[in-house]
C-alpha cells in the first residue's frame, strides 16, 4: 500500500504500475467490457502504450490512472478496473475515467471509485474537471450526474453523440 492510495468503503484504488499490467490487459481486451469505451477494445500494443502514459502522467500530475479493487478486510482484494484523470488529446482538459468488468457493473463501484478520484482531484487543486462519454451511454451517465458533474457540451466524435460533463471547484465549494 502506498500513501498515494485511495479509501472508501468497499474498495481500495493504487496508482496503476507495471505489476498491474496483466488485469489491464485483460480488461481493456475483453470485448464485453470495453467495446462500450472511447476508443474501445485495444490491442496489447495500444495497452501497454497506454500504461506507460499512465505511468508517467502520475509523474508530472501528482495523480492519474488508479486500479479499483475490492476493499477486504482493509487489504487490497479482486481487481474491479480503473478509474483516474488524465489530459485529452483534445484539450478538452483533465478528464475522469472509469472502467469496470461488465460482472461488476450495476453494483455502485463505479460511481464510488469515481467520486473519490473526482474529490481527490479538486482537493489537489484541478479547478475543472470534465468527464466524456457517449450520449447513448445512460449507465455513464447517471454515474457522472450521481457524482455531481453537469452537461457542459455536445459534440460528434467519428459519428458518435457525445456529451461532456464537467465539475468546477468555486469559492463556495465544488459545483
Do not use: C
Not at 22 to 37: A, R
Not at 78 to 99: E, K, N, S
Not at 120 to 149: C, D, F, P, Q, W
Amino acid at each position: 500500500m502506498s500513501w498515494l492510495d485511495l479509501r472508501t468503503s468497499r474498495l481500495i484504488l493504487s496508482p496503476v504500475s507495471w505489476r498491474d499490467m496483466p488485469d489491464i490487459l485483460s480488461l481493456k481486451m475483453d470485448v464485453l467490457t470495453f467495446s462500450s469505451m472511447l476508443g474501445g477494445v485495444r490491442t496489447s500494443w495500444q495497452v501497454q502504450k497506454e500504461m506507460a502514459e499512465d505511468i508517467l502522467y502520475w509523474g508530472s500530475h501528482r495523480i492519474g490512472i488508479y486500479v479499483v479493487r475490492e476493499r477486504i478486510q482493509n487489504k487490497a482484494g479482486q481487481f474491479l478496473g480503473i478509474t483516474g484523470i488524465h489530459f485529452r488529446d483534445d484539450g478538452r482538459g483533465h478528464a475522469l475515467r472509469f472502467a469496470l468488468w461488465e460482472w461488476a457493473q450495476g453494483k455502485g463501484y463505479a460511481r464510488e471509485a469515481a467520486y473519490a478520484v473526482l474529490s481527490t482531484a479538486h482537493e489537489r487543486g484541478y479547478k475543472r474537471i470534465i468527464a466524456v462519454t457517449k450520449k447513448r451511454n445512460i449507465a455513464s451517465r447517471r454515474i457522472l450526474g450521481s457524482i455531481g458533474m453537469v452537461v457542459e457540451e455536445e459534440f460528434i466524435r467519428h459519428g458518435n453523440h457525445m456529451l461532456t460533463f464537467a465539475s468546477y471547484v468555486t469559492h463556495s465549494g465544488i459545483n
